[in-house]
Nanobody
Framework: VQLVESGGGSMQAGGSLSLSCKHSISRNFGWYIAWFRQGSGKEREGVAAIVTLGGTTYYDDSVTGRFTISQDNAKKTTYLQMDHLRTEDTAMYYC??????????????????WGQGTQVTVSS
């Protein structure tokens, strides 16, 4: 499985950015696709996840109400719309995917496939 992120960049606090993750998953059921981020000197943390079949979504408390994960299975693309950005959202954002059933979809361990990442920088 290949994952390619795009859409990162720089934005002032309060603004919006949209990330895309193009994947090569050949079937839609039984997969989780998630966005993780890693700030400088910090651990990689789960931000949002979506189940490819049915579209159930999961969010970390830090982004609930500000970020929206969505997907277009026909285009094999998952999106992360980031609104009301804060300086603490600055990080490298990674798309990740795994197959199976997850109890905690925002934990890093179960994810086997990762993209190269795209940088998001939010200035005050």
């Amino acid at each position: 499985v290949q994952l390619v992120e795009s859409g990162g960049g720089s934005m002032q606090a309060g603004g919006s950015l949209s990330l895309s993750c193009k994947h090569s998953i050949s079937r839609n059921f039984g997969w989780y696709i998630a966005w993780f981020r890693q700030g400088s000197g910090k651990e990689r943390e789960g931000v949002a996840a979506i189940v490819t079949l049915g579209g159930t979504t999961y969010y970390d408390d830090s982004v609930t109400g500000r970020f929206t994960i969505s997907q277009d299975n026909a285009k094999k693309t998952t999106y992360l719309q980031m609104d009301h950005l804060r300086t603490e959202d600055t990080a490298m954002y990674y798309c990740a995917a795994t197959e199976g059933w997850l109890v905690r979809p925002l934990e890093r361990g179960p994810y086997h496939y990762w993209g190269q990442g795209t940088q998001v920088t939010v200035s005050s």
